[in-house]
């Protein structure tokens, strides 16, 4: 049985029609719920695969198969560190939508704060804006190995595009959470355009992990 077949034996129309409204793309849905897509990529992952069994994955129309195609790449237990970024970058040139990049920025690929920064100061100012969001997210992803929100702040650059921005206000959001008094103090002094500093600071008032002396000082951040 092809993955398509596979994956259209247990689609949900409804839930295809639901994640297209909340995953712009131009890719189809199929429909599969997310614990049965998960139940299908760990009957697939005890399998011995290789590169060969799914490289064409990535050229679906499908949004389930080429969510598949990271994750199988990212988890190949065949391909080195070097081979993965040698497919994952040409993919993620071509992924156009959110739920790709935030699925698969948590899956392990780099080691260490040096490496992840230097793979976002490499891709960070790409023309495609779904490599640029993942550079985000991976930090986000790793963001428990980073003790200096300095170097996090220094590469928050000013981007136009939407779910670029949305990924860096998640990030800052989460880092305020860690770190909540430099990150206040950066986006005081920041020039960071409008829409990313107040769905930054939205993001930061939402969280119950913040007093609500905490959200009324982050409020007087809104330009």
Same mark, same amino acid.
């Given at each position: 049985?092809?993955?398509?077949?596979?994956?259209?034996?247990?689609?949900?129309?409804?839930?295809?029609?639901?994640?297209?409204?909340?995953?712009?793309?131009?890719?189809?849905?199929?429909?599969?719920?997310?614990?049965?897509?998960?139940?299908?990529?760990?009957?697939?992952?005890?399998?011995?695969?290789?590169?060969?069994?799914?490289?064409?994955?990535?050229?679906?129309?499908?949004?389930? !198969? @080429?969510?598949?195609?990271?994750? $199988? =790449?990212?988890?190949?237990?065949?391909?080195? +560190? #070097?081979?993965?970024?040698?497919? %994952?970058?040409?993919?993620?040139?071509?992924?156009?939508?959110?739920?790709?990049?935030?699925?698969?920025?948590?899956?392990?690929?780099?080691?260490?704060?040096?490496?992840?920064?230097?793979?976002?100061?490499?891709?960070?100012?790409?023309?495609?804006?779904?490599?640029?969001?993942?550079?985000?997210?991976?930090?986000?992803?790793?963001?428990?190995?980073?003790?200096?929100?300095?170097?996090?702040?220094?590469?928050?650059?000013?981007?136009?595009?939407?779910? !670029? @921005?949305?990924?860096?206000?998640? $990030? =800052?959001?989460?880092?305020?959470?860690?770190? +909540? #008094?430099?990150?206040?103090?950066? %986006?005081?002094?920041?020039?960071?355009?409008?829409?990313?500093?107040?769905?930054?600071?939205?993001?930061?008032?939402?969280?119950?992990?913040?007093?609500?002396?905490?959200?009324?000082?982050?409020?007087?951040?809104?330009?």
């Amino acid at each position: 049985m092809d993955i398509i077949t596979r994956f259209q034996t247990v689609k949900d129309e409804q839930y295809a029609l639901f994640s297209k409204k909340i995953i712009p793309s131009s890719l189809q849905f199929i429909g599969v719920r997310s614990p049965i897509f998960k139940r299908i990529v760990k009957d697939i992952l005890i399998q011995n695969y290789v590169y060969e069994d799914y490289h064409e994955y990535q050229y679906s129309p499908y949004f389930e !198969v @080429q969510l598949l195609y990271g994750i $199988l =790449l990212l988890r190949d237990k065949h391909l080195s +560190k #070097e081979e993965k970024l040698a497919h %994952l970058i040409p993919f993620l040139k071509t992924v156009d939508n959110w739920a790709i990049i935030d699925s698969i920025s948590g899956i392990p690929l780099l080691d260490g704060v040096d490496e992840i920064l230097k793979f976002v100061d490499t891709y960070q100012k790409d023309a495609a804006p779904f490599l640029r969001r993942y550079c985000y997210i991976l930090v986000l992803a790793h963001l428990k190995e980073f003790h200096d929100p300095q170097v996090i702040f220094s590469r928050i650059l000013d981007d136009d595009h939407y779910y !670029v @921005q949305m990924g860096q206000a998640w $990030l =800052l959001s989460m880092t305020y959470l860690r770190y +909540k #008094e430099a990150t206040f103090t950066y %986006l005081k002094h920041c020039s960071l355009n409008k829409v990313t500093l107040h769905k930054t600071i939205q993001k930061i008032i939402d969280s119950y992990r913040v007093t609500d002396e905490e959200k009324n000082e982050v409020r007087t951040l809104r330009r």
